[in-house]
Nanobody
Framework: QVQLVESGGGLVQAGGSLRLSCAAS?????????IGWFRQAPGKEREFVAA???????TYADSVKGRFTISRDYTKNTSYLQMNSLKPEDTAVYYC????????????????WGQGTQVTVSS
């Protein structure tokens, strides 16, 4: 059974940085899977943040382009989301997700989700 565990969330001041991690388990490898990050702020719908495919290609939401970087370590079945120049509007619960289909994941319909990690950015 696929499991995703996020870590690295916390409280940071505006302009600061955080790095989220997502450890995947339940398959021998996730090298052929796309991995992505979503977030949900209070009172808002969950939204796409970033995704990275099996080949390393990536996609970002316009709101985070130039500030966030997604990466993955194939040997550790882990994805990272480096978040720089954080803003109060980045405050949300951040979820990791994975799916065999890159387009499915980017569209918000991945099969597997983590439990989420809270990111709070103070002004």
């Amino acid at each position: 059974q696929v499991q995703l565990v996020e870590s690295g969330g916390g409280l940071v001041q505006a302009g600061g940085s955080l790095r989220l991690s997502c450890a995947a388990s339940g398959r021998r490898t996730f090298g052929d899977y796309a991995i992505g990050w979503f977030r949900q702020a209070p009172g808002k719908e969950r939204e796409f943040v970033a995704a990275i495919g099996w080949s390393g290609g990536s996609t970002y939401a316009d709101s985070v382009k130039g500030r966030f970087t997604i990466s993955r370590d194939y040997t550790k079945n882990t994805s990272y989301l480096q978040m720089n120049s954080l803003k109060p509007e980045d405050t949300a619960v951040y979820y990791c997700a994975t799916d065999a289909g890159y387009r499915i994941l980017v569209a918000g319909g991945p099969h597997y989700w983590g439990q989420g990690t809270q990111v709070t950015v103070s002004s």
